[in-house]
T-cell receptor
Framework: GAVVSQHPSRVICKSGTSVKIECRSLDFQATTMFWYRQFPKQSLMLMATSNEGSKATYEQGVEKDKFLINHASLTLSTLTVTSAHPEDSSFYIC???????????????FGDGTRLSIL | EDKVVQSPLSLVVHEGDTVTLNCSYEVTNFRSLLWYKQEKKAPTFLFMLTSSGIEKKSGRLSSILDKKELSSILNITATQTGDSAIYLCAVGTLSNTGTASKLTFGTGTRLQVTL
């Protein structure tokens, strides 16, 4: 099955620090990856769609300058939370799917997530 | 705005019981409906449904989509304590880039299976 690796799994840092999270598709190429945020006892909320070789597409209400996304290769996307503050503390999860096959969607597979705590 | 609603929000059953989880949706440009199981970390994929009326089955789990009713159910038979988790329903719609679908998630159903 498709494997998505996310690193680090947990980050604790001081307010004002920038934090980079990596998402890798290990056994397939992913033109598109997705970044989600999940607050306690809430569902996953899509933050942005990461496209290899082009700019990310952000959902309404998500600050582009705050959450920088880079998708430099077909197997790696990174999310950088810049100048993080306590309200940015959350569980961040990436996902990726194989390319469409015969015009059909492929399911998204998720990384294990990164728990970010800003003090 | 795309919307996915799951019910019940939580459920406690005894081992061996059968459960049915519900998901309904209102979205634009529907492409697929997916079920995921989330324990402590990230969601793990269970089913992807695109066609109405065709049941997908994996062991004790099965799911079916009804596009007319804009809904889906996830059935778990002979439940075990290891089935305790949050079950998430997500609907895939055409993304802004026109390539892979973006997912809108429901709030999930928290299932607890007791001995």
């Amino acid at each position: 099955g498709a494997v998505v690796s996310q690193h680090p799994s947990r980050v604790i840092c001081k307010s004002g620090t920038s934090v980079k999270i990596e998402c890798r598709s290990l056994d397939f190429q992913a033109t598109t990856m997705f970044w989600y945020r999940q607050f306690p006892k809430q569902s996953l909320m899509l933050m942005a769609t990461s496209n290899e070789g082009s700019k990310a597409t952000y959902e309404q209400g998500v600050e582009k300058d705050k959450f920088l996304i880079n998708h430099a290769s077909l197997t790696l996307s990174t999310l950088t939370v810049t100048s993080a503050h306590p309200e940015d503390s959350s569980f961040y999860i990436c996902s990726a799917s194989r390319e469409e096959y015969r015009g059909r969607d492929q399911p998204q597979h998720f990384g294990d997530g990164t728990r970010l705590s800003i003090l | 705005e795309d919307k996915v609603v799951q019910s019940p929000l939580s459920l406690v059953v005894h081992e061996g019981d059968t459960v049915t989880l519900n998901c309904s949706y209102e979205v634009t440009n529907f492409r697929s409906l997916l079920w995921y199981k989330q324990e402590k970390k990230a969601p793990t994929f269970l089913f992807m449904l695109t066609s109405s009326g065709i049941e997908k089955k994996s062991g004790r789990l099965s799911s079916i989509l009804d596009k007319k009713e804009l809904s889906s159910i996830l059935n778990i038979t002979a439940t075990q304590t290891g089935d305790s988790a949050i079950y998430l329903c997500a609907v895939g719609t055409l993304s802004n880039t026109g390539t892979a679908s973006k997912l809108t998630f429901g709030t999930g159903t928290r299932l607890q299976v007791t001995l």
